[in-house]
């Protein structure tokens, strides 16, 4: 089972990225998913989630009002549209879930923001 972030770049300073976070050998219209990132020399800190049944999201108070979670079944994706961003949201991104009782990191991609 492997997740996979993708879609991170540089950007400027009030600009946009859209994350996408794909899985080989796990179908994530069955999991909640998360977004959580981590920047240089601090620990990682969870962004975003999307449930299951219902698609309930959350959102730190970090990114709220900025980014926003979605998912497409279909593609077997989650996505992670972000706006507004920031210098501070400059980190290496990771989508991530919970699959028979393991915790399943994807590798990660890096965003960073100019300012």
């Known amino acids: 089972v492997q997740l996979q972030a993708s879609g991170g770049g540089l950007v400027q300073h009030g600009g946009s990225l859209k994350l996408s976070c794909t899985s080989s050998?796990?179908?994530?219209?069955?999991?909640?998913i998360g977004w959580f990132r981590q920047a240089p020399g601090k620990e990682r800190e969870g962004l975003s989630c999307?449930?299951?049944?219902?698609?309930?999201?959350y959102y730190a108070n970090v990114v709220k009002g900025r980014f926003a979670i979605s998912r497409d079944n279909a593609k077997n994706a989650v996505y992670l549209q972000m706006n507004g961003l920031k210098p501070e949201d400059t980190a290496v991104y990771y989508c991530?879930?919970?699959?028979?009782?393991?915790?399943?990191w994807g590798q990660g991609t890096l965003v960073t923001v100019s300012s």
């Open positions: 050998g796990l179908s994530l219209a069955g999991h909640t």
């Open positions: 991530s879930t919970v699959d028979r009782g393991l915790r399943r």
């Open positions: 999307i449930g299951v049944r219902d698609g309930t999201k």
